[in-house]
Structures are given as structure tokens and as C-alpha cells.
């Protein structure tokens, strides 16, 4: 709720504009365009993190799969973030492996890198990627992540 009054502050919305620069996949997409007319490039994300309801997990899991397709057919170098606490691994690591699954495996040579957002999920992020890692060459775990055994 503060974040939805704190967007309204228009200094707000002029310095989060220059990194986000919209509410929506098609404002991502348009903003990419132009970047990429003056040969800037720009990387994908989806704020939110913590879902614990599985519904919801995969509203976010087909709207990830949206933004893969749109990655391609606009001819976009293919590749963004995921967070697997978006995708449903506070309900289960399983869960968000499915979800990070079923939002990014259809779309070929599109290149998915998974984003902890803090210490206290490694152990179960790369516990649950790293045994899958060798099925989804375009999957990366952040740079410096040790691979776990366990999983």
C-alpha cells in the first residue's frame, strides 16, 4: 500500500521512470525499443518478490512467459531475471523450479537468470536449480553462487 501512495509523489515517479520505466510489459517493452534505437541495451525484470499464493505465482509465471515471447518477436538479445520467491518458493522449492519451468523453457536460446534477493534463500535456490541447471543450458545462477549438492 505505501508503495502504491509513494509512486504518486511526482519526484517519485520522475526518478523511478529513468529505471522503471512503467507499470507494464508493454511500457518495458517500449522503453527497451527506444534504447535500442540509440544501441543501449536493457534488462528485464519484474518487481515484486515474497508471493505465497499459488494463483498468484502463476499469474506471474504467464506474464514472465509473455515478456519471453515479446523478447523474441521483437527481436530483443533474449534474456531477463527471475525470482523465484515471484514464482512460488516460499510455498515450495518445487513449486517455483515448476513455475521458473513453465515461465522460460518454451522459448529457445532465451537465456534466464536467477535473482536471490537475499542471503536467507540461497540455500534453497541453488538447491533446487542446481541439479536442473545441466536440462536448462540458458539458466545462470548470479556470478560467485556455488553450485549446492543439495536438492
Known sequence: MATHRAANYPFVRRTGSRFMPGETLEDALGAAEALRSKKIGAVFTHLGENIKDRAEALQVAELLSRSAEEHQRKGFASGDFRKLTQLGLDLSPICGFEYL??????????????????????????GSLSPRLTAHPTWRMPAGVPPSNKG
Open 101 to 126: 519451468n513453465a515461465s522460460s523453457s518454451a522459448q529457445k536460446g532465451f537465456h534466464c537468470l536467477v535473482d536471490m534477493e537475499a542471503s536467507n534463500y540461497v540455500d534453497a535456490t541453488t
